[in-house]
């Protein structure tokens, strides 16, 4: 039986101060919680900087039915610096910079271990378990890691630490670039690529030397700010909402046949514009599916058999990434090669943490991200 370090009720010794979902539905009450409480296997990490999703408050009032037990303190992913450290750590030290990765995996299955998102969701019963253990997310002042979820991030410009958050919005969509195994030169369609993880894995796939990037999305306004920013390798295309009209426009637009798609719509676009650009990937090429069809219901996603088959096309799910791409994303970040001054970075103060929250839903822009600075 896990023991559950969930209870943020102050009883005796140090405290500190977080943000807590005290309830689905309730503001976040910004209050004295006990300290963690170190064992083997992690860090204690001072939070410098932890994001605030645009839909965090979906998540908040509970419409986006996450697997979040309250109470406790949100937040997926942060930045900071090492406080203290377990006994097994052999390379961190106190003080170093860390990139906080929110994606806790059990340690008692290496095939297929249970994952709970930390301060945000979990898979499945298995994740809900791990959650009573490592669930208390980023919005205070300290959070608890296990040791391979602090990343070194080398030493950074303090005053910049929210804007190296932002590694934990394109870590999503570098994952499922990974996950497409996508090549330097090669022609990525990223589609939902105006929304916040979308738009990010336009520039990751940049970064990672695609030769071309197809751009779909409704907003003419937005196309524009996106082959602004990145010039001739990024291509957009107008969708109209008829799934063959924007199948043939997105062929269209592409220099050549298009190697990879990447899905990062949202649940409430439905299974139509997911299976047109879908549809669009080349003859063995390959598709990853990382949105949110069907997370809330409503019909699923339909691929033609006959035309998986005839074009040796790969389908593929992807939820987060594996370990190593923090690493690596990281250094395509540090290199240059993902220019993360693209970000607009909005700061709040642990205390204004609901305002937070309603500034990143009502400025849910491409390529602007608010983040808490406790
Ligand atoms: N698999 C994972 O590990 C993982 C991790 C994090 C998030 N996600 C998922 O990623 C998805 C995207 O999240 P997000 O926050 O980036 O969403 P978002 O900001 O709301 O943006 C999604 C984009 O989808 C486009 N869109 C919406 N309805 C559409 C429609 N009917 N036809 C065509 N385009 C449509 C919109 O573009 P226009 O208005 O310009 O058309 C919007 O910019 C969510 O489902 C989330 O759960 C997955």
Redesign the pocket.
Same mark, same amino acid.
């Given at each position: 039986m896990m023991v559950s370090r969930l209870d943020i009720n102050v009883k005796d010794g140090t405290t500190m101060k977080a943000a807590v979902l005290e309830a689905f539905g309730a503001p976040l009450s910004v209050r004295a919680v006990p300290d963690p409480q170190l064992g083997t296997g992690e860090v204690l990490v001072d939070v410098a900087a932890g994001g605030v999703? %645009?839909?965090a408050a979906e998540v908040f009032n509970g419409q986006r039915r996450y697997l979040l037990r309250p109470p406790v303190i949100p937040g997926p992913g942060a930045v900071g610096r090492v406080r203290a450290l377990g006994p097994d750590a052999t390379r961190l030290a106190p003080g170093d910079w860390v990139l906080c990765d929110p994606t806790i995996r059990s340690r008692d299955d290496a095939l297929a271990p249970d994952v709970t998102l930390q301060g945000w969701t979990a898979r499945g019963q298995g994740g809900l378990r791990l959650q009573t253990y490592l669930g208390h997310g980023s919005f205070a002042e300290q959070v608890l890691v296990p040791t391979e979820n602090a990343i070194p991030l080398g030493p950074i410009d303090p005053t910049e630490a929210g804007r190296w958050t932002v590694l934990n919005v394109c870590l999503?969509p570098y994952?499922g670039l990974l996950a497409a195994n996508l090549g330097a030169g090669e022609t990525a369609l990223i589609s939902?690529s !105006?929304? !916040?993880? +979308?738009s990010a894995g336009v520039a990751v796939a940049l970064a990672m030397g695609a030769a071309c990037v197809i751009a779909p999305?409704?907003?003419q306004e937005?196309l524009a700010d996106l082959r602004h920013r990145f010039g001739s390798r990024v291509r957009t295309v107008q969708?109209c909402?008829d799934e063959d009209t924007d199948r043939e426009s997105m062929k269209r637009v592409a220099p050549g046949p298009i190697d990879v798609v990447l899905d990062?719509?949202? %649940?409430?676009? +439905?299974p139509t514009?997911v299976r047109a650009a879908a549809m669009t990937v080349r003859e063995y090429g390959r598709v990853v599916l990382?949105?949110?069809v069907g997370?809330l219901g409503g019909d699923d996603l339909a691929l033609p058999y006959p035309w998986l088959m005839r074009n040796s096309v790969t389908i593929r799910g992807?939820?987060?990434y594996p370990r190593h791409a923090n690493t690596r994303l990281i250094e395509l970040a540090r290199s240059g090669l993902l220019d993360l001054q693209q970000f607009d970075i909005t700061e709040f103060a642990l205390d204004d943490a609901n305002k937070a929250v309603t500034h990143a839903a009502n400025d849910?822009r491409r390529f602007s991200f608010t983040v808490i600075r406790p």
């Open positions: 999703l %645009p839909y999503v994952g939902g !105006t929304g !916040t993880f +979308g999305g409704r907003n937005v969708l909402g990062l719509l949202p %649940p409430s676009a +439905g514009p990382m949105g949110g997370l992807q939820w987060m849910a």
